[in-house]
């Protein structure tokens, strides 16, 4: 309706509407750089120096130039290139900025979910290389699980992740709203770096707990869960007795009720039927 | 014409020795009263039958021996894991036993409806109040069927020897050790000893496949027995009266009826058994004493005794010398209870509203009756929320809520939620009432005044 009016008017409107249109983009485009790092943009090398580069302009401004921790964000000593190595392959880190400096709840107590990964694979490098200069704690682990033992795997899983993670690997509520996570995207180099490290609320799994060969089988057990053996039938997500229960009344029994219904009569039809005196 | 000279002489045979006949025709003449809600015991007697067949073949391959030994079946994942014969056969019935699976996946759905389709069935007898005189002994054996129904979907869900099943047993023993005084007797003396020792499988077993299964085959009978001796009830109609059954003989009618829901109900079953995964243990991994997994649940029939050990506060107290620990009251106190006022309850409500004087074959609506209906929802709507509180940690998981909001929450729905439901099933049983004077006098006004 307002189309032809616009044009009507020698085109006023429409340049009034082009302009703000121009300027909207221009904010949004604004905002959207400043609220993603600029890693991507930039050309980094694989130097000690761009690694320190990428630290200081993302990391430092929370976590401390020396990795000690700062009001918003948690000390990453100890933490290792493995900590961190975790954090930007899960696009867990860096948070966007708009999420930095909100305090309800306090940033450093947050759960972060995992994220895009901002970072070429040169930059994770370079990055990873100059938080294993500055940190103490475990080296990123190399994962080979051509030679795992899947079924011992099992067995330590059960024993040591799946009172958290559920038995499904798919995760499962923790106290104060945080979870543990879903284990179904996370690569086999993540999940021993979670292992040695103990993000957040997860204890830490060390060489004395699990030994490498151990960390390596639980690791084929949690890789084997991304896609496990469902021979027969929907897998119900893999809840568990609850989702199977819902099944057995919404579709079993409300199945059988309508069925019921078709076969029975509904209101008694007058004046039919056979009768029977009590006895 | 040779066949029938052959059942002829066949039935005249038996006649002569067994007096088949008149029995025969006495029972093919029955008459039923039709309503689809007359249907809903059936589909649990049919679910029993579903749940008997493929019972059988499951026990054929079933070992309940706990002695550990070296997995060696054809699921890779768990190869060469030390399980017990009971986990492993569990295993080979999945992976190895042709049509093993499917039948092990009918089953479990078969449970699961079975006694769905008895509470079902319990809440139509309660609301249109079929359970008054004559009929309070079908009530009693009843009740009994239902509490011998979650005793063997317990049993049967602690078979396999998986973390789940290991979990459930646990708390089985530790609900048996709160009992005063004799607890940790009883304890021993059910599993022989210690949890877990070797002896629980083959003790569940014995009572699964065949204790459990033949009383509650000999209740089903007395309660069908119970039926035809008494007749079934019918709603009221037109040349329905207490004096009368009207509705389809059974044979060919009803029977022809019935045999087709024993299809249609069994058909179910295979469907779901073939569309939806259930129980998977072989990813619940073989049951280790020190392990526990987030997600653990019973089956749903245990869930209202699950949500109450999850949400009942923790109270534990001394009297006499005597310590009563927490769980006594969720899981013994709170069990012992629901089944006392379930087999009670035909008797208190004859002593409340002085109504035992005679008999009663014609149903009522639950709007006429809104004190035990308002009751009844009450009572429901308490047990589904304790129930909603059993699967707690899963609402949390799936809403990432906080557990401790969630707790409280339910904690206090438990309480409000069934005094809501009370009032306003009753203030609902009223309007409805009302409407129906409503309609009576317009109808009446319609009858003397036709044109109007």
Same mark, same amino acid.
């Given at each position: 309706m307002r189309q032809p009016h616009i044009r009507d008017r020698g085109g006023r409107w429409a340049r009034a509407l082009v302009c703000w249109v121009l300027f909207a983009a221009t904010v949004v485009g604004a905002w959207g750089m400043l609220g993603r790092p600029a890693g991507a943009r930039q050309e980094a090398g694989t130097s000690a120096r761009a690694g320190e580069f990428l630290w200081q302009r993302d990391c430092a401004s929370c976590h401390g130039v020396a990795g000690q921790g700062t009001r918003w964000a948690p000390d990453l000593t100890g933490q290792g290139a493995a900590g961190v190595s975790l954090a930007i392959t899960s696009g867990r880190m860096p948070l966007p900025a708009d999420a930095v400096g909100r305090d309800d709840p306090p940033a450093r107590e947050r759960q972060v979910p995992r994220g895009p990964v901002v970072y070429t694979p040169e930059e994770v490098d370079a990055l990873v290389a100059h938080a294993g200069r500055i940190l103490s704690g475990p080296e990123v682990p190399h994962v080979d699980l051509s030679t795992a033992d899947r079924s011992a795997g099992a067995s330590l899983f059960q024993l040591n992740c799946a009172a958290c993670h559920t038995w499904s690997g798919r995760g499962g509520a923790l106290t104060s709203g945080q979870v543990a996570v879903s284990l179904v995207d996370a690569t086999p180099v993540e999940v021993v770096e979670a292992m040695r490290t103990g993000p957040g609320t997860m204890p830490v799994f060390d060489e004395a707990t699990l030994d490498e060969r151990q960390a390596t089988d639980v690791t084929a057990y949690v890789e084997y869960l991304d896609r496990p053996r469902t021979p027969l039938g929907h897998p119900l997500w893999f809840i568990g007795p609850v989702a199977e229960g819902m099944v057995a009344w919404v579709v079993g029994l409300v199945a059988l009720l309508l069925l019921v219904r078709w076969i029975g009569a509904r209101t008694p039809a007058p004046g039919s039927g056979s009768e029977d005196h009590r006895g | 014409m040779v066949v029938t000279a052959v059942i002829a002489r066949l039935a005249s045979w038996l006649d002569q020795r067994l007096g088949a006949a008149r029995a025969a025709e006495a029972g093919a003449g029955k008459v039923f009263p039709e309503h689809w809600s007359f249907l809903l015991g059936e589909i649990a007697f049919y679910a029993f039958v579903v749940l008997v067949a493929s019972g059988t073949f499951l026990a054929m391959f079933f070992d309940s021996s706990l002695v550990p030994i070296t997995y060696e079946g054809s699921y890779a994942p768990l190869h060469g894991a030390e399980v017990t014969p009971a986990f492993a056969s569990v295993l080979d019935i999945s992976f190895d036993v042709p049509a093993g699976l499917l039948v092990r996946q009918v089953h479990h759905w078969a449970a699961l409806v079975f006694v769905a389709a008895i509470v079902v069935h319990l809440l139509r007898i309660f609301f249109t109040g079929a359970f008054r005189r004559p009929r309070e002994v079908n009530w009693l054996v009843g009740v009994t069927l239902l509490g011998l129904a979650i005793l063997e979907g317990f049993a049967g869900y602690s078979l396999p020897d998986d973390l789940l099943s290991g979990t459930g047993l646990r708390v089985g023993y530790s609900i048996t050790q709160s009992v005063p005084v004799v607890g940790d007797h009883l304890a021993f003396l059910v599993w022989g000893g210690e949890y877990p020792g070797t002896e629980i499988a083959s003790r569940l077993f014995i009572g699964h496949v065949w204790i459990l299964p033949a009383v509650m085959g000999a209740l089903i009978a007395g309660h069908l027995l119970l039926v035809v001796r008494q007749k079934h009830t019918q709603f009221p109609g037109p040349r329905r009266t207490e004096d009368n059954v009207v509705g389809e003989r059974l044979w060919p009618t009803y029977l022809a009826k019935s045999v087709g829901l024993l299809f249609l109900v069994t058909g179910v079953m295979v469907l779901l058994g073939t569309l939806f995964q259930v129980n998977p243990v072989w990813l619940y991994g073989p049951y280790d004493p020190a392990a526990v997994t987030t997600g653990a649940q019973p089956d749903w029939y245990m869930g209202w005794l699950e949500g109450a050990l999850r949400l009942t506060p923790s109270v534990a107290f001394r009297g006499f010398g005597v310590e009563v620990p927490n769980v006594f009251l969720p899981g013994v106190l709170l069990p012992g209870l629901t089944f006392a006022g379930l087999y009670a309850?035909?008797? !208190?409500? /004859?002593?409340?509203?002085? $109504? $035992? @004087?005679?008999?009663? =074959? %014609? %149903? /009522?609506?639950?709007? @006429? =009756?809104? =004190?035990?209906? *308002? &009751? #009844? +929802? *009450? +009572? +429901?709507? &308490?047990? !589904?929320?304790?129930? +909603? #509180? #059993?699967?707690? @940690? !899963? %609402?949390v998981a799936q809403t990432g809520w906080d557990i401790a909001v969630v707790i409280n929450v339910m904690r206090a729905m438990v309480v409000v939620l069934p005094l809501v439901a009370w009032w306003v099933t009753r203030r609902l049983c009223r309007q409805l009432q009302a409407d129906d004077v409503h309609a009576g006098q317009v109808e009446r006004i319609r009858e003397r005044v036709p044109d109007a």
């Open positions: - | 309850y035909p008797f !208190v409500e /004859q002593w409340w509203t002085g $109504a $035992a @004087d005679r008999e009663h =074959h %014609l %149903l /009522q609506r639950p709007r @006429d =009756h809104p =004190h035990r209906t *308002a &009751f #009844g +929802v *009450a +009572v +429901v709507t &308490f047990y !589904v929320s304790l129930f +909603v #509180g #059993g699967s707690n @940690d !899963v %609402l």
